[in-house]
């Protein structure tokens, strides 16, 4: 298991945790609702790899995630393996920009290109607008998987 409370931005660039968010991994993000209570949701994920890595999860306005986050940017995210439940992080942090507009109608192309192999996120509603969550991460923790563990400590 590696942790880590500093250097965070190098962390999450880290390769074994760049894998994952790199890979068709759904990350699943806990906002807290008004009333405090948490709200969970299993979404596609992406990396910003300049500005210091953050963590980048789109969604529409006006869903619950975004609406949580408007009144309270605090964050919690956790992605596995999909090949090997073992292998997992966990991230605490804040979202510090909501990005609107091209930048954030674009980005879902991007994701249905990596999760789903198309071209244009075909789930789209009308009149939906695309905001994209920028997550700074704040405190990570990486659960290396148990064949990665035993090589580590056989060295």
Do not use: C
Not at 22 to 48: A, H, Y
Not at 92 to 118: F, M, P, S
């Amino acid at each position: 298991m590696t942790q880590s409370k500093n250097n965070n931005e190098n962390k999450i660039m880290d390769p074994s945790v760049r894998r994952l968010f790199e890979g068709k991994n759904f990350v699943f993000i806990s906002t807290l609702m008004e009333d405090g209570t948490p709200q969970i949701t299993p979404t596609w994920v992406d990396l910003e790899e300049q500005n210091g890595g953050h963590i980048l999860v789109n969604t529409a306005i006006g869903r619950v995630k975004q609406k949580n986050v408007s009144q309270n940017p605090n964050i919690a995210l956790a992605i596995v393996d999909q090949n090997n439940p073992y292998d997992m992080v966990s991230v605490r942090g804040k979202v510090v920009e909501q990005v609107k507009g091209d930048a954030a109608e674009q980005h879902i192309d991007k994701l249905a290109k990596k999760y789903l192999g198309k071209d244009k996120y075909p789930g789209r509603s009308p009149g939906e607008k695309r905001i994209i969550l920028k997550i700074k991460p704040e405190h990570i923790f990486h659960m290396l998987p148990w064949s990665a563990r035993s090589t580590r400590t056989s060295k």
